[in-house]
């Protein structure tokens, strides 16, 4: 199956209108932000965003006028409709509340991952979307990627015969696990959900998308909180950095790492809008972000690993690991005739032919288009296919339908039950086959 993405759209082609529900890192700085600057065909027609100066900010980004900037959804829901997609970006735990409330409204959505941050709850959006008879897709980004989209294809060719194992390994890379998972607002479960959800999901969609034509049938995992804790905490070590003799020498001093005038993320979310030095100073001094990151309240799993036994008999592996140098995501692809290897941060994808000889071939670079974000152009593609795809029926088999996002999601909550368990190998229930039907054109 492949993907053809238009660079913008045509003349005459009819405009979207886009409702940001959450003006934070991913409806403003990603979605809202590629909508207002390159041609996706998507315009913003309202926000919902509760921090007053977030949401005039944006407002005045976006040209709206006051009576379509939202301090709260029941104030969107209570008037008319202002648009034709809600983008649910808010906290993972209101997921479900907002999308079951704006789905009754009449929107079709795009919901950030996770879909929700129970399995039952994921459950329920189906009967939801069944009930009011709209479209919701997940921000499964990677799928969208030039990265992902050209392994598919290699994969879906057989010219190389066929898959016998798949490693995948997330590097969240050490500044973005302290900032996100450490201090920030994924650091917890009971606030959040386990990791292997919250970050991972898009990885184990992959990995499912990737080997569509076969089945997993169990789930294996192991992992823990092994890095970022009290006993590892120099001795001199302050609770909060403002405070620490080590201030300017600690990998993770907040002082050093937000207190500059660097713009963008994920420097500037200290403060509610993005501020001064001494906004920021302040912000650290008394914030979430400038605790210890031996010290805090962070109880998700820093490395974890997955194993998928699919029904052929092959295996697939995820790694999920905190402490590396780059944020970036690497692959490995073993199939019959040859080695296929990738890093997405940078662009990278190559083949290795099988020599039959102790001698290797070289290896043939896979060229690709990969944009300037952390998805490799995953979330432009994403705009761009969901704007295909809800004003022509286009790229049906690629979509990350609500559907085939359940698949990822039964997973990831067997992953960290398995992980729970001592990593027991858990059967892969019969629900996955909702995800593996609409994944299926």
């Known amino acids: 199956m492949d993907v053809d993405v238009e660079a913008g759209p045509g003349v005459g082609s009819p405009v979207l209108r886009a409702v940001i529900i959450g003006a934070g890192a991913r409806?403003?700085?990603?979605?809202?932000?590629?909508?207002?600057?390159?041609?996706?065909?998507?315009?913003?027609?309202?926000?919902?965003?509760?921090?007053?100066?977030?949401?005039?900010?944006?407002?005045?980004?976006?040209?709206?006028?006051?009576?379509?900037?939202?301090?709260?959804?029941?104030?969107?829901?209570?008037?008319?409709?202002r648009g034709d997609v809600a983008f649910v970006c808010t906290p993972d735990v209101t997921h479900y509340t907002i999308c079951a409330a704006v789905s009754a409204?009449?929107?079709d959505v795009l919901l950030e991952k996770p879909i929700a941050t129970s399995l039952p709850d994921c459950l329920a959006l189906l009967d939801v979307q069944h009930t009011h008879g709209n479209r919701i897709f997940v921000a499964h980004v990677l799928r969208y990627s030039p990265f992902f989209r050209a392994i598919k294809r290699i994969i879906q060719s057989?010219?190389?015969?066929?898959?016998?194992?798949?490693?995948?390994?997330?590097?969240?890379?050490?500044?973005?696990?302290?900032h996100s998972y450490v201090r920030g607002n994924w650091r917890r479960r009971d606030e959040s959900a386990p990791i292997v959800l919250t970050k991972c999901?898009?990885?184990?969609?992959?990995?499912?998308?990737?080997?569509?034509?076969?089945?997993?049938?169990?789930?294996?995992?192991?992992?823990?909180?092994?890095?970022?804790?009290?006993?590892?905490?120099?001795?001199?070590?302050?609770?909060?950095?403002?405070?620490?003799?080590?201030?300017?020498?600690?990998?993770?001093?907040?002082?050093?790492?937000?207190?500059?005038?660097r713009p963008g993320w994920p420097y500037d979310v200290v403060t509610s809008v993005p501020g001064s030095m001494e906004e920021r100073r302040r912000a650290i001094e008394m914030g979430?972000?400038?605790?210890?990151?031996?010290?805090?309240?962070?109880?998700?799993?820093?490395?974890?690993?997955?194993?998928?036994?699919?029904?052929?008999?092959?295996?697939?592996?995820?790694?999920?690991?905190?402490?590396?140098?780059?944020?970036?995501?690497?692959?490995?692809?073993?199939?019959?005739?040859?080695?296929?290897?990738?890093?997405?941060?940078?662009?990278?994808?190559?083949?290795?032919?099988?020599?039959?000889?102790?001698?290797?071939l070289p290896s043939r670079k896979v060229p690709l288009e990969v944009a300037d974000d952390h998805h490799g152009g995953g979330d432009l593609a994403?705009?761009?296919?969901?704007?295909?795809?809800?004003?022509?029926?286009?790229?049906?088999?690629?979509?990350?339908?609500?559907?085939?996002?359940?698949?990822?999601h039964v997973l990831a909550f067997l992953a960290d039950e398995s992980r729970m368990k001592g990593g027991s190998p858990l059967p892969v229930p019969a629900i996955f086959e909702t995800g593996l039907r609409g994944m299926s054109p």
């Open 382 to 408: 994403l705009l761009q296919v969901l704007y295909e795809h809800l004003t022509t029926g286009a790229h049906r088999q690629v979509m990350t339908s609500l559907e085939s996002s359940i698949a990822s």
């Open 105 to 107: 409204a009449g929107y």
């Open 158 to 178: 057989r010219e190389y015969g066929r898959v016998r194992n798949i490693r995948l390994t997330e590097n969240v890379g050490h500044w973005h696990f302290a």
């Open 27 to 81: 409806g403003n700085r990603v979605f809202a932000e590629l909508m207002r600057t390159t041609p996706t065909a998507w315009k913003v027609s309202a926000v919902v965003e509760p921090n007053e100066a977030r949401r005039e900010r944006f407002r005045e980004a976006h040209d709206l006028p006051p009576e379509c900037a939202f301090e709260s959804l029941d104030a969107l829901l209570a008037g008319p409709r």
């Open 288 to 360: 979430p972000y400038g605790r210890c990151v031996w010290k805090c309240d962070n109880d998700v799993c820093d490395n974890q690993t997955v194993t998928l036994q699919f029904e052929s008999g092959i295996h697939a592996g995820f790694g999920l690991y905190a402490l590396t140098a780059d944020n970036t995501r690497q692959i490995t692809v073993l199939m019959e005739r040859a080695e296929l290897t990738g890093d997405l941060h940078r662009g990278r994808l190559a083949i290795a032919e099988l020599s039959g000889d102790k001698r290797p």
């Open 201 to 261: 999901s898009h990885d184990l969609d992959i990995l499912a998308w990737l080997l569509e034509d076969d089945r997993p049938a169990f789930v294996s995992s192991f992992g823990s909180l092994e890095y970022f804790t009290r006993e590892n905490a120099p001795p001199e070590a302050a609770d909060r950095c403002v405070d620490c003799p080590l201030q300017d020498t600690c990998l993770y001093s907040a002082t050093r790492f937000y207190v500059h005038e």
